[in-house]
């Protein structure tokens, strides 16, 4: 078990949260969707675990690479 941390991929603004601490996710599922340039680009998992943290809301403004939500692998 490992925390891995997900980043966004780009710069924009968090258009929809997908999960909530607690979740179980899959790699490959959106964690959340940041609207850049009027494109939805999702944040998917990186690995199999559970969101321990969220660190953005919807309507919040990110950067590329920023910090998004910390993931507790299997």
């Keep these: 078990m490992a925390l891995m941390e ?21 790699a490959g599922d959106t964690v959340i969707v940041v609207e ?6 999702p944040v998917e ?3 199999d675990g559970t969101i321990t943290q969220l660190l953005v809301n919807e309507g919040d403004s990110v ?3 920023e910090l998004v939500a910390i993931l507790q692998t299997d």
Aim: glycine content about 6%; some cysteine.
């Design 6 to 26: 997900i980043e966004s991929p780009v710069t924009g603004v968090v258009w929809r949260v997908a999960t909530v601490p607690g979740d179980r996710v899959s």
């Design 36 to 41: 850049s340039m009027k494109m939805e680009i």
């Design 45 to 47: 998992a990186c690995a």
């Design 63 to 65: 950067v590329e690479d």
